[in-house]
């Protein structure tokens, strides 16, 4: 999920950091994805206008896993949700919510979860204020502390990165750096967003790698050679090699998700599932 846009034009450099399509291929593997999942953000303006409708479209197209946020979800009839969900063979393994829901209405954000179905709260976004070195630290903290309280209550924390979190490096350490070493692995996980990671520079692959253990989900979207989002299968994302990666085995769900996905929305969403449901690896 994103918050802010970006120019996604900015420097060609590291749309080979994501894995391309276009490098020496490894053989295919019999391994195919189980579930696929939507986060749902990625539809969020049909999902604002008619949540029960969007959920029977998403199912059609063959998703059986959902992920809540954006479109206005946390204020909606979240009983009426999981009934709809019920119905139509889908699940939410994982929600998006706030940092200052969990800070402030934390008793209402985990009730909203377990109506849903989730097992795991995800923060997907944190503003500039907390990206200092010491608000950061900070915010490191109320993480464990979230995740020790999530599992009082038999729920799961992890946190969604964007670009910045490699990029912002106060005190010459990069803040997703800071979060691996300075957060219990055992409750701090990663939903790692492998468009973003590439965006920043990364190689993906390195990534996933050292945070090996920690990943719950990806966040599965891909990029054109100028670096912008486009539908799984429309870009030069080679998924399969970032699949098959010995750091991908703990991986639990694989989320599409276009943050600019074009309307009318379906179509969309309707490709990157038939790429995904194809792939070998």
Same mark, same amino acid.
């Given at each position: 999920?994103?918050?802010?846009?970006?120019?996604?034009?900015?420097?060609?450099?590291?749309?080979?950091? !994501? /894995?391309?399509?276009?490098?020496?291929?490894?053989?295919?593997?019999?391994?195919?994805?189980?579930?696929?999942? !939507?986060?749902?953000?990625?539809?969020?303006?049909?999902?604002?206008?008619?949540?029960?409708?969007?959920?029977?479209?998403?199912?059609?197209?063959?998703?059986?896993?959902?992920?809540?946020? /954006?479109?206005?979800?946390?204020?909606?009839?979240?009983?009426?949700?999981?009934?709809?969900?019920?119905?139509? /063979?889908?699940?939410?393994?994982?929600?998006?919510?706030?940092?200052?829901?969990?800070?402030?209405?934390?008793?209402?954000?985990?009730?909203?979860?377990?109506?849903?179905?989730?097992?795991?709260?995800?923060?997907?976004?944190? /503003?500039?204020?907390?990206?200092?070195?010491?608000?950061?630290?900070?915010?490191?903290?109320?993480?464990?502390?979230?995740?020790?309280?999530? %599992? %009082?209550?038999?729920?799961?924390?992890?946190?969604?990165?964007?670009?910045?979190?490699?990029?912002?490096?106060?005190?010459?350490?990069?803040?997703?750096?800071? !979060?691996?070493?300075?957060?219990?692995?055992?409750?701090?996980?990663?939903?790692?967003?492998?468009?973003?990671?590439?965006?920043?520079?990364?190689?993906?692959?390195?990534?996933?790698?050292?945070?090996?253990?920690?990943?719950?989900?990806?966040?599965?979207?891909?990029?054109?050679?100028?670096?912008?989002?486009?539908?799984?299968?429309?870009?030069?994302?080679?998924?399969?090699?970032?699949?098959?990666?010995?750091?991908?085995?703990?991986?639990?769900?694989?989320?599409?998700?276009?943050?600019?996905?074009?309307?009318?929305?379906?179509?969309?969403?309707?490709?990157?599932?038939?790429?995904?449901?194809?792939?070998?690896?």
């Amino acid at each position: 999920m994103m918050i802010s846009r970006r120019n996604l034009l900015v420097g060609a450099s590291s749309a080979a950091a !994501l /894995g391309l399509a276009g490098a020496a291929a490894a053989p295919a593997f019999a391994a195919r994805l189980g579930a696929i999942g !939507l986060q749902l953000y990625t539809v969020r303006d049909l999902f604002a206008k008619d949540p029960v409708g969007t959920l029977e479209a998403v199912a059609r197209i063959g998703y059986r896993e959902v992920e809540f946020g /954006g479109g206005g979800y946390d204020a909606m009839d979240h009983a009426l949700l999981r009934k709809t969900m019920n119905r139509l /063979g889908l699940r939410a393994p994982s929600i998006h919510v706030s940092y200052d829901a969990l800070r402030q209405q934390f008793g209402r954000t985990v009730a909203m979860a377990k109506t849903l179905g989730a097992d795991t709260l995800i923060v997907p976004y944190i /503003g500039e204020e907390h990206r200092s070195e010491q608000a950061w630290q900070a915010a490191l903290a109320n993480f464990e502390r979230f995740a020790a309280d999530l %599992k %009082k209550v038999g729920l799961g924390f992890a946190y969604h990165n964007h670009d910045f979190e490699f990029t912002a490096k106060p005190g010459g350490v990069s803040l997703y750096d800071r !979060l691996l070493k300075q957060t219990d692995p055992k409750l701090v996980k990663v939903e790692l967003d492998l468009y973003w990671a590439a965006f920043a520079g990364e190689d993906a692959l390195a990534v996933i790698n050292r945070s090996a253990g920690r990943l719950y989900a990806y966040h599965v979207k891909d990029m054109r050679a100028d670096r912008s989002m486009t539908a799984v299968g429309d870009g030069r994302t080679d998924f399969a090699a970032l699949f098959r990666a010995k750091g991908s085995a703990g991986v639990r769900h694989f989320y599409v998700e276009n943050d600019e996905a074009p309307a009318p929305y379906l179509p969309d969403i309707t490709t990157s599932f038939k790429t995904l449901r194809g792939l070998r690896f």
